[in-house]
């Protein structure tokens, strides 16, 4: 049987019956294959340089030095280590009447430091300032120190100069342009200086008692994060047998949430990739199978004429169909992964040279996906052809599909269903969108086939034969029409999702962190500040400058029940309810601030509080609930009216809590702003700090930048793979255009010998494809603006909206893709004599 199975693919490949499955399925594995070598190199890269943010890829943070043991641990696993301490400090520049001191926040870092990323350097202030300098090649030499750019010209201390730090005297070097993983705590808000580690001895800046962070930075020697993260977990069970206080276990997920929350996108759109180029493969591997079963049914009649049974007519097509599978599978593996090159070269710079190479995962997840897709949507054709009788060879009849073969295509969707389950690995996104697209399938079948019967009585609507001849030949293939109609619909939707809706959703995403999105905070403003400061920022060049009370209070009582620290069980929970919350009183409600719950009610005199629905559901807080706050030794009570969704990620000033004027009028308050900084007013904020010593201005430029250049990068790489899902589209339309031309190839040839002409065939072909494409682009743009508005509400949470030019496009484009696959084809069928066809049938 292996040898006939082996004959019969010979042969059917010589007479090109096997090219168009074989070509669909290279095509789908290639696309899946391509995109899944690139995101698996993209995201191994994105991976690593993230990690850059934290310097490290596990950072084990200590109120006391750090244990010899952990570094010894980590060495003995083959790690790289580094050390950092950091603390306050005072700093002095200058001497006897010119000396000048300010307070600074003192690193002390180890040679290794950093073990991700680059600290970036420079020895000219107005570039250091805006962030620009080049890679140091190794931490600061001993007796040297680098200094933050303000601290120049705070202390007025250049390049060369002398900068003292407690008993010892130090040369500056260097100007820090960038430190990646300075983060955002309290301590890092001062001025930065770079000491050497091995220098802080002979500072005697470390006393008893001293308030300092100690921080052991841990990371592989190669692109994974894998083995410090064993680590990590090694070293967490280590703190909690011994019961180890006041130690915190950072990654990037827990250290810094704003790129999580950048790489967690990021992921879901590289994944939506991934499940759109599965539903195309589907989709065109289950048009090709299908016109193979249509195009065997006289081989398979012939072969039981000649005594093979039903097992064996199985067996051989198998057989035959496996060796298909492989091979395209194969194929596809290879072309995906020269094509990801491609992608790579076209990206250039912006991947870099350096991007980790692809495992072998990818090319594993080809193979297995190109057969899934083979037995999923090429069994169901194969049990048909079983069922051949044998007396097809002189009726050109076929039975329908027996309940065996009907139920083979449940394997098609769980094979579907596991498809894209493995290729989001999110069983939420999987299942919204294989709902999405299944429910597409039906609904786009049950319009098709009333769209059919309504064409019934408009058959005599138009005196011209071509039209008559058209929809006559739509009913009379009901069930072709409709799958022709739907697979045209599913192949446009996706290539509309892939195209119009993917704009907006890309354009939504990018504006959720704008290139004018704030890089500057100042605290402590004191209100008889506010006109002054926000006189010299607007000559500065900064145009908005929002203003809030910012008030600090603690939670006393909730409904009259007093907090205390058994409250709450939960870790979170108990932590905020201990800490001073930063309150803030306002009539209006901020930009960025949607009420979720309740009434924003904040103009009359009653106590009335808007509270965070995060909070709200952490501390078990709902409307109606009294809240007393201690703000300065006084109480205030308020109630809770209104709860509201922020959007952390905006880099704007947000509040837990916003209490009403009337209840905070008596209350201590200063101000807060966050705004942009143009570029080039750097030494405004120097000025600023120069004239108001009292203010703390926080320069989160960088991490604003590092944010918005992953971000960038991801939608750049998501652009391109698109590309790949298209040909899967483009394939899936050629199938369904072509799935028919056999039996139009019939039906023109016995029109034609009736003496229909061939301009009245040419023209009822055309008004038909315009019907199907039309129909079938009209249902597409329907179905992708609602997956589009499901995807961005409930899965990468934007407000979005769709735009009418999603029909004219999916309008037009099923009519050209339709009209031009019926021209193709229309002119083979016109082409063939009608005595050739006639015989042929």
Known sequence: MFKQALRMTARDWRAGQLRFLLVALVVAVAAMSAAGFFIDRLRAGLNRDAHQLLGADMVAAYDNPIPAAWREEALRRGLRVAQTMAFPSMAQAGEGDAARSVLVSLKAVSAEYPLRGRVKVNTDLAQASESIGTPAPAAPAAGTVWIDPSLAGTLEVAIGGTLQLGDKQFRVTQLIAAEPDRGGGFINFAPRVFVPLSDMAATNLVQEGSRIGYRLLVAGNGASAKPAQEFGEWLRALVKKDNVRGVRIES??????????????????????GLLSAMLAAVAVAMAARRFMQRHLDSCAMLRCLGLTQNQVTVIYLVEFLLVGLAGSALGVLVGFGAHYVLIELLGSLVGADIPPPSLLPALQ??????????GFALPPILQLRNVPHNRVIRREQAAPKPAALATYGLGIAAFGALLLWQSNDVKLAAMTGGGFLAGFGLFALVAWLGLQALRPLRNVFPQQAWRFAVTSLRRRPGATVVQVVSLSLGLMALLLLTVVRGDLMTTWRNTMPPDAPNRFIINIQPDQKDAIASRLQAAGVKELPLYPMIRGRLLAVNGKVITRDTYSDERARGLAEREFNLSTMTELPAQNQVTAGKWAMQGQAGEASVEEGLAKTLGLKLGDSMRFDIAGSPVEAKITSLRKLEWGSMRVNFFVILNPAVMADTPQTYITAFHMPAGGAQAGTALSRAFPNLTIIDVGGVVRQVQTVLEQVIQAVEFLFAFTLLSGVLVLYAALMGSQDERRREAGLLRALGATRRQLSQAQLIEFMLVGGVGGLLAATGAGLMGWGLATY???FPWTISIWVWVAGLVAGALCAVIGGW??????????????????
Request: charged share 25%; no cysteine.
């Open 824 to 841: 193709l084809g229309l002119r083979n069928v016109l082409n063939h004599p009608p005595l050739q066809t006639l015989r042929e049938a």
């Open 795 to 797: 899965q990468f949470k």
């Open 252 to 273: 990037l997920e827990e250290g810094r949430p704003e790129m999580n929350a950048t790489l967690d996108r990021a992921d879901r759109f590289l994944s939506l990739v």
């Open 366 to 375: 080809g193979l297995a996906t190109g057969l899934l897709l083979l037995a």
